[in-house]
């Protein structure tokens, strides 16, 4: 059952209070920070410390084993999954696996963000998968609009890629994710990318970033389990290969520093739309800073 490139099965989300909800998701929360532990626990999810900070032992972690902990401000939570691929697959014996960030959420319902108590994040948030349903293998957030982005930002800080190409200021669909990203990422990067994917995807994911004109966003994803390993074994070797060619000190910028958690970013979006059923879900930008959880 292989989707048509770029569509998705969005189905309006119905389900029941978490109190239904059998025990079959295992969800990590990434985290800089030690003092998110309680309140990372109480949401049910399992917390992972990156950065440099000292965590507790109930913190996993990207340092132990097989890893690539010290490229973390390059690939950003991507060294956490390179850690999972290497040491820990077989570990995760739930039937679902998901990763949320401190500040960014799955959530069942939409809710405002300025205004949510940590109780009421804990019941909207996504911690646990409607059981036995076969409708979907992935679900990613709600898809991000580049056309929407604030075109008067754009405009102060890209003022000359406007003028060379000044369609994109009257026809929202020429503002395409390739379009995107060589604004804020880098002029011809992500073609340069592209050219060392494998040749499966290669021309398919060509086609997606100069056609589609949004994708879903933050690497946050939720999907079956068996599903992990077959998409690390294609993206790692990938950002790898991309390595000889951007290089890590030579970086300059967050936009170019973490240039491959962002490729990744637009990949993992083609990636399981093209190949497996995919729900969308909300996600709450919602820093666990703001609550003081006793």
């Known amino acids: 059952g292989l989707i048509s490139l770029g569509s ?23 985290t800089l920070e030690p003092s998110h532990e309680k309140k990372i626990i109480d949401l049910n999810y399992i917390p992972v410390g990156l950065g440099i900070k000292k965590f507790s032992n109930n913190f996993l972690n990207d ?28 570990k995760i014996k739930t039937e679902w696996v998901g990763f949320c960030q401190y500040r960014k959420f ?12 940590f109780d009421q994040l804990k019941n909207i948030s996504v911690s646990s998968i409607k059981y036995n349903t076969n409708d979907y293998d992935c679900i990613l957030g709600s898809q991000f609009s ?9 405009f102060k800080k890209h003022f000359f890629k406007f003028l060379s190409k000044p369609l994109v200021l009257f026809v929202k669909n ?12 880098g002029e011809g990067n992500l073609d340069h990318a592209i050219d060392l994917l494998n ?25 079956k389990t068996k599903l992990l390993n077959e998409y690390y074994e294609i993206v790692f070797p990938w950002l790898k290969k991309c390595e000889e060619i951007f290089g890590h000190k030579q970086l300059k910028g967050y936009g170019m520093q973490r240039i491959y958690g ?21 996600i709450i930008v919602k820093d666990l800073s703001d609550y003081n959880v006793l």
Do not use: Q
């Open 8 to 30: 998705a099965v969005r189905i309006r989300l119905s389900l029941p209070k978490k109190s239904y909800y059998m025990n079959n998701l295992s969800m990590y929360c990434l």
């Open 174 to 185: 020429k503002r395409t994710i390739k379009f995107h990203f060589d604004l804020f990422h």
């Open 262 to 282: 962002f490729l990744a970013e637009r990949f993992l979006s083609y990636w399981f739309l093209k190949n497996y059923r995919v729900k969308e879900l909300p």
């Open 106 to 117: 799955f959530i069942e319902e939409k809710a405002d963000r300025k205004n949510i108590s």
């Open 63 to 90: 340092k132990s084993g097989v890893n690539i902990s010290e490229k973390n401000s390059y690939y950003g939570e991507y060294t956490f999954h390179y850690w999972i691929w290497k040491n820990y697959l077989e």
């Open 199 to 223: 040749d499966e995807d290669k021309e398919d994911f060509r086609k997606f970033v100069n056609s589609k004109t949004s994708f879903n966003p933050h690497n946050m994803f939720i999907c």
């Open 146 to 154: 580049v056309e929407n982005y604030k075109l008067m930002k754009i």
